[in-house]
């Protein structure tokens, strides 16, 4: 904290000597920030790797706009699968996600399955993938550029306000506020959002047991150009999501606790969950060759789950009480430096620091050696944890044009983890674009990856702890969860038929040692990582496009697998047979899905400003059964909306779902899946905003 404290005064300090009054008038701030903008993009060179663009006019043909979720905006990506509690799998990842805010990393936070981000604050999304450039690091299977409504420009004075309503008793709002005075931009929208439909439902019915939420979030964002060549930013945001977990009703009781009757359909399982970050940069252009952007940035999260003390303990024979809570702060800095016409360097470091406590209070039953319960008096087993971790990385990289059509960028990266065990690794990136004419580039590219276990998600607990208990562990063992090393390739082409129709085909393969995995082992929604010795994961994805001012049109088709060996650390958490087949033939991981679509369709009629479209989820279904051997039914999801502009209203009608279809993404079996999960049936959604 001395140091965040030090370097917070070093930025005033500097934001002092820079401020000047050369900045008078909104026309100046336009030319300075277009400046500023521009230098923020050499300070993120993306060669070789692949990215899917989603504009502030691809959200709006999304069936709920600018009101739905971060994810699902990125489920519309290509090789993008959905899984239950609202997660993405990337390129057969279980989650390995990045996301950055105008170039800036978000420090992880605690989340079961609530939503901290959206996509209202947003100018545009982006999702890159395959072999990133060295300045990527850590989570890398994807990473989320989230560049905010303030990109070049005065942000309009005024405000936007939208409420929601319809199935499952939806109720919302968002009002969004903007403006500039001078040399400041601000941004500031707050939103709330209840319904009975929180999570996905054990069963198939239209109607969901025990399942409401209540979510609210808040983000703020400001920037003040100091003078024509340095701007400072500030982002705040604070999100708080309570959920009821869903019963699933006539369950058979497994365990008896003395004077009670178990009805699974009374189970009163909740979860709270409280994520808030800050995040401080300045940025400056220090001439027409020099640019250089540096951050500093907290986040707490909260996470409380409480069990049903008597349900819990008669269906699987433990309830717990958990509160876990972490503390990551940290320093981020990235400069570039043009050396000529033909050479760009770009350089950085960063660092976190991840404080996580942990403390559980947990009801069992008494067993015997062979599992059989002995009383029917609940015992209670408590425990209290603390775990730091620090993670380093410093990067520096080289972005080299041979010529107009040749464009290569070498670099390298050292990462370090500081932990229980501490790891580190060098990991040398290359990628290269490649013009064969006007219409048709090729790009390919090598990465070495460090991939960190999620601090947050990491306990001291000793399992042993529940030794002769209806909650002990089939094996005692528990070696390390250990940081995932990989070698990605990525090759790809590009090809531009028209002014408004593209096309794109990439192939990737990923060699990976100690791959990481997470699964929900017990009751509450929170997941534990484990590792596999070593796995392999490649893929073929194809995606085409036609933008017009009247259509906006998409396709996106992929195949891939994934194969996972020897499942060596966090033994304690499955079953010996398991383990055993992980060792003698490896198992498809859970989270595993063969083939992979979306596609969206949108018009808008100029006159009478009216908008329809839709989109469709397609799935062959994620990995199911004994050691993941079977597979989910295939599955796919229609969703239709229409707006309707009248000056400055807009009335929006969405429908997901619109078959009606009841499927389901899980079923209770599978590696770390502990119960089924049905996607929402039909659901209607009116959406109201006025703009002022």
């Not at 403390?359 to 067993?367: D, G, H, Q, W």
């Not at 001012?549 to 020897?566: E, I, M, V």
């Not at 929006?652 to 079996?669: E, F, P």
């Amino acid at each position: 904290m001395k140091l965040l404290t030090f370097l917070f005064l070093q930025i005033a300090l500097i934001g002092s000597a820079l401020a000047d009054s050369s900045i008078s008038d909104s026309s100046d701030y336009q030319v300075v920030a277009k400046k500023l903008n521009k230098a923020r993009s050499d300070l993120s060179p993306k060669t070789g790797s692949s990215a899917t663009i989603f504009s502030q006019q691809t959200i709006a043909n999304l069936p709920q706009g600018q009101a739905s979720s971060l994810s699902q905006v990125l489920l519309r990506a290509p090789n993008v699968s959905q899984d239950s509690y609202g997660q993405l799998h990337v390129r057969g990842d279980h989650s390995n996600l990045q996301y950055r805010i105008n170039d800036v990393i978000v420090p992880e936070g605690i989340s079961g399955f609530g939503s901290v981000l959206d996509a209202r604050f947003a100018d545009s999304v982006d999702l890159l993938t395959g072999a990133l450039p060295a300045q990527y690091g850590y989570r890398t299977a994807g990473i989320v550029e989230i560049k905010t409504k303030d990109q070049g420009k005065n942000l309009k004075q005024g405000g936007y306000s939208e409420i929601i309503t319809g199935s499952n008793d939806t109720a919302g709002f968002n009002q969004q506020l903007s403006g500039s005075q001078g040399k400041f931009n601000y941004f500031l929208s707050a939103s709330y959002l209840q319904n009975n439909r929180g999570l996905e439902s054990p069963t198939g019915a239209k109607n969901s047991l025990h399942n409401d939420t209540k979510q609210d979030k808040i983000f703020f964002y400001s920037s003040y150009l100091l003078n024509n060549a340095t701007k400072i930013s500030t982002i705040f945001a604070n999100a708080t999501n309570r959920f009821e977990i869903p019963n699933n009703p006539n369950q058979e009781p497994q365990y008896n606790l003395q004077n009670q009757l178990g009805d699974s359909a009374t189970a009163n399982q909740r979860q709270q969950e409280s994520n808030r970050f800050a995040i401080v940069s300045l940025q400056q252009a220090v001439n027409e060759n020099i640019d250089y952007q540096l951050a500093l940035f907290t986040r707490h999260s909260d996470l409380k789950f409480r069990g049903d003390s008597v349900q819990d303990i008669i269906f699987s024979g433990v309830a717990s009480n958990i509160d876990r809570s972490s503390l990551a702060s940290g320093i981020q800095a990235d400069a570039s430096f043009k050396l000529n016409e033909q050479h760009k360097l770009t350089t950085g470091l960063y660092f976190s620091n991840t404080a996580v406590a942990n403390k559980e209070a947990n009801l069992v039953l008494p067993v015997d050696e062979n599992g059989d319960q002995t009383s029917d008096t609940a015992d209670s087993i408590n425990g209290k944890s603390n775990r730091a971790t620090r993670l380093y990385s410093i990067y520096l990289q080289d972005e080299y044009r041979y010529n107009q059509d040749l464009l290569f960028n070498f670099g390298g990266r050292f990462d370090a983890k500081q932990a229980k065990t501490n790891e580190q690794q060098f990991s040398p990136r290359l990628g290269t674009v490649y013009n064969l004419n006007n219409k048709t580039k090729v790009h390919a590219g090598y990465a070495k990856y460090f991939t960190a276990p999620k601090a947050e998600l990491m306990t001291e607990f000793d399992h042993n702890r529940f030794a002769d208990t209806s909650n002990q562990s089939e094996n005692n063992q528990n070696n390390n969860i250990r940081s995932e090393k990989t070698n990605y390739y990525d090759v790809g082409l590009a090809y531009k038929a028209s002014e408004h129709l593209n096309f794109a085909f990439d192939a990737y393969y990923k060699d990976i040692k100690n791959m990481l995995d997470e699964g929900q082992f017990g009751n509450a929604l929170i997941f534990k990582p484990f590792n596999y010795a070593k796995a392999k994961s490649y893929g073929l994805e194809f995606t085409t496009s036609y933008q017009s001012k009247a259509w906006q049109n998409y396709l996106n088709l992929a195949w891939q697998q994934s194969h996972a060996f020897n499942l060596n650390s966090s033994q304690y958490l499955h079953e010996s047979a398991e383990i055993e087949r992980t060792k003698q033939n490896g198992v498809r991981p859970d989270h595993d899905q063969r083939i992979t679509a979306s596609a969206g369709i949108a018009y808008n009629f100029l006159q009478p400003k009216i908008t329809i479209g839709g989109d469709a989820l397609f799935g062959s279904g994620l990995r199911r059964g004994e050691a993941n051997t079977q597979k989910m039914p295939s599955y796919a999801q229609f969703n239709v909306f229409a707006t309707k502009k009248i000056q400055q209203w807009q009335i929006r009608l969405a429908v997901n779902n619109l078959l009606d279809k009841s499927y389901r993404l899980r079923d209770g079996s599978g590696i770390g899946i502990s119960a089924p999960q049905y996607a929402a049936r039909r659901t209607a959604y009116v959406l109201a905003s006025y703009e002022f």
